[in-house]
T-cell receptor, first 113, second 114 residues
Framework: DTEVTQTPKHLVMGMTNKKSLKCEQH?????MYWYKQKAKKPPELMFV???????INESVPSRFSPECPNSSLLNLHLHALQPEDSALYLC????????????FGQGTRLTVV | SQQGEEDPQALSIQEGENATMNCSYK?????LQWYRQNSGRGLVHLIL?????REKHSGRLRVTLDTSKKSSSLLITASRAADTASYFC??????????????FGTGTLLAVQP
């Protein structure tokens, strides 16, 4: 199984809502990533988890809260988002500390209204 | 954070022609990777070149890496309409010695006309 599964595929939420994005992989990868991508822009790194611990936070606002409950799952909890947070949110995973590719999910298209 | 600049930003060619995309980056890397993205969905890995390698081939893809100039190029030979997509370089640097930090360049939008 070489898939990274993200749910939901699409999400519309109000600025006062709380929602969560989910990501799952079963490739034994111990590095997991969240990226944000705006239209016609490259993916921007948000968070990296290594061995289920947060190792990189690229100065992301606290209204985005990541969680890695186990080695296969990665969540991104969303609260009090702004319309400018509307974007494609991509999850990825890879082996740690090796010259190897990252596998990406298909993303969650988030719209904040 | 953004590591690399790619050029051109957009490239339009005819089927059968070759397409070349360039990537420049700023810091030391462990490897450089190229990814493809169709219509704003997930990214697909194309090829990885390690920092101690200079050239690598995979099918119709040829990648070069010049660490002294901090630059890489991706050549797609005999292009097909199905190659139409956005192409991104991504640099992989070991953050804190252990964590992979994969940072993407600005991307090239390739359009292959049938």
């Amino acid at each position: 199984d070489t898939e990274v599964t993200q749910t939901p595929k699409h999400l519309v939420m109000g600025m006062t809502n709380k929602k969560s994005l989910k990501c799952e992989q079963h490739m034994g990868h111990r590095a997991m990533y969240w990226y944000k991508q705006k239209a016609k822009k490259p993916p921007e790194l948000m968070f990296v988890y290594s061995y289920e611990k947060l190792s990189i936070n690229e100065s992301v606002p606290s209204r985005f809260s990541p969680e890695c409950p186990n080695s296969s799952l990665l969540n991104l909890h969303l609260h009090a988002l702004q319309p400018e947070d509307s974007a494609l949110y991509l999850c990825a995973s890879s082996f740690i500390n090796q010259d190897t590719e990252a596998f990406f999910g298909q993303g969650t298209r988030l719209t904040v209204v | 954070s953004q590591q690399g600049e790619e050029d051109p930003q957009a490239l339009s060619i005819q089927e059968g022609e070759n397409a070349t995309m360039n990537c420049s980056y700023k810091t030391s890397i462990n490897n450089l990777q190229w990814y493809r993205q169709n219509s704003g969905r997930g990214l697909v890995h194309l090829i990885l070149i390690r920092s101690n390698e200079r050239e690598k081939h995979s099918g119709r893809l040829r990648v070069t890496l010049d660490t002294s100039k901090k630059s890489s190029s991706l050549l797609i030979t005999a292009s097909r309409a199905a190659d139409t997509a956005s192409y991104f370089c991504a640099t992989d640097a070991r953050y804190g010695g252990a964590t992979n930090k994969l940072i993407f360049g600005t991307g090239t939008l390739l359009a292959v006309q049938p």
